[in-house]
C-alpha cells in the first residue's frame, strides 16, 4: 500500500504509527467494517473540525480531537483494506480525494482559530502540490521511498492537532495567545511543506540525472 516502503527501515515514528493501525484495524476487520466506511468517518470528522469551531476558539480543543479521530481512521482503513484483501481502485482513490478534503477542514478549523487566511491558504496550496509532485515523481520513476518527505500527511495531523489544541488551552489565558498558537501552526504546516517541495524537487533530479546517456 505503500509502493514498497519498508516499515522496518522508516522513522520509528512512521513504525509506530503503522503498528497502531494494523492493531486498530485487525479488529475492525473482523466486525466486517469497509474500509470505505472508515473513510467515510474519518471525512465526517475532518467536517466536524471547523463545524465544532463556529461555537467558539474555546472549542479549539475538541476541533484537534477531531482531527486526531480523522487521522486514525484514515490509516485504519487502509490496514483493513489490506487485511481483508479487498484493496481497490475506487478505495485509493476515495481515500486520497478524503486526505485533501479533510486538510482544508483542518486549517479553515485554524483559520477560525485565528490563523491568517493568507497564511491557511498558502499551508493549503503547498500541501496539495506536494502531493501533486509526489505523484508525478512516482510516474517518471522515482522510489516511493525516496518520495518521503518532512511533510507528510502524519506531519499536517500532528501540526494541526497539536496547534489547535494549544489555541483551545491558550484561550483561558488571552484571545491573543490562541490566535498566535493558530499561526504559529499554519506557519509551521507552510514551511515544513516548503521543505518537502525541496526535498521532492531533489528525487526527480535523482531520477532524471541517472536517465541521462
Same mark, same amino acid.
Given at each position: 500500500?505503500?509502493?514498497?516502503?519498508?516499515?522496518?527501515?522508516?522513522?520509528?515514528?512512521? /513504525?509506530?504509527?503503522? /503498528?497502531?493501525?494494523?492493531?486498530?484495524? /485487525? $479488529?475492525?476487520?473482523?466486525?466486517?467494517?469497509?474500509?470505505?466506511?472508515? +473513510?467515510?468517518?474519518? #471525512?465526517?470528522?475532518?467536517?466536524?473540525? $471547523?463545524?465544532?469551531?463556529?461555537?467558539?476558539?474555546?472549542?479549539?480543543?475538541?476541533?484537534?480531537?477531531?482531527?486526531?479521530? +480523522?487521522?486514525?481512521?484514515?490509516?485504519?482503513?487502509?490496514? %483493513?483494506?489490506?487485511?481483508?484483501? *479487498?484493496?481497490? $481502485?475506487?478505495?485509493?482513490?476515495?481515500?486520497?480525494?478524503? &486526505? *485533501?478534503?479533510?486538510?482544508? &477542514?483542518?486549517?479553515?478549523?485554524?483559520?477560525?482559530?485565528?490563523? $491568517?487566511?493568507?497564511?491557511?491558504?498558502?499551508? &493549503?496550496? %503547498?500541501?496539495?502540490?506536494?502531493?501533486?509532485?509526489?505523484?508525478?515523481?512516482?510516474?517518471?520513476?522515482?522510489?516511493?521511498?525516496?518520495?518521503?518527505?518532512?511533510?507528510?500527511?502524519?506531519? *499536517?495531523?500532528?501540526?494541526?492537532?497539536?496547534?489547535?489544541?494549544?489555541?483551545?488551552?491558550?484561550? #483561558?489565558?488571552?484571545?491573543?495567545?490562541?490566535?498566535?498558537?493558530? +499561526?504559529?501552526?499554519? +506557519?509551521?504546516?507552510?514551511? #515544513?511543506?516548503?521543505?518537502?517541495?525541496?526535498?521532492?524537487?531533489?528525487?526527480?533530479?535523482? %531520477? #532524471?540525472?541517472?536517465?541521462?546517456?
Amino acid at each position: 500500500m505503500h509502493g514498497g516502503l519498508d516499515p522496518r527501515r522508516a522513522t520509528w515514528a512512521i /513504525r509506530g504509527w503503522l /503498528r497502531l493501525a494494523y492493531l486498530c484495524g /485487525r $479488529p475492525l476487520a473482523r466486525q466486517r467494517i469497509s474500509a470505505n466506511t472508515l +473513510t467515510s468517518i474519518g #471525512l465526517l470528522g475532518s467536517v466536524a473540525a $471547523p463545524l465544532v469551531m463556529l461555537l467558539g476558539p474555546g472549542w479549539a480543543t475538541a476541533a484537534g480531537a477531531f482531527v486526531l479521530v +480523522t487521522a486514525l481512521a484514515g490509516t485504519v482503513d487502509g490496514a %483493513v483494506a489490506v487485511i481483508t484483501g *479487498r484493496a481497490t $481502485p475506487w478505495g485509493t482513490v476515495y481515500q486520497a480525494a478524503a &486526505c *485533501r478534503i479533510g486538510e482544508a &477542514c483542518w486549517l479553515t478549523a485554524l483559520w477560525l482559530a485565528g490563523a $491568517p487566511s493568507w497564511l491557511v491558504v498558502g499551508a &493549503c496550496g %503547498v500541501a496539495w502540490l506536494h502531493e501533486y509532485v509526489r505523484l508525478q515523481a512516482t510516474l517518471v520513476g522515482a522510489n516511493r521511498a525516496a518520495t518521503v518527505t518532512m511533510a507528510e500527511l502524519p506531519m *499536517r495531523v500532528s501540526v494541526s492537532a497539536a496547534g489547535l489544541a494549544l489555541s483551545g488551552v491558550a484561550h #483561558l489565558v488571552s484571545a491573543e495567545l490562541a490566535i498566535g498558537a493558530a +499561526t504559529m501552526a499554519a +506557519t509551521v504546516w507552510l514551511l #515544513l511543506g516548503v521543505g518537502g517541495l525541496i526535498q521532492l524537487g531533489d528525487a526527480v533530479n535523482t %531520477v #532524471l540525472k541517472d536517465r541521462r546517456p
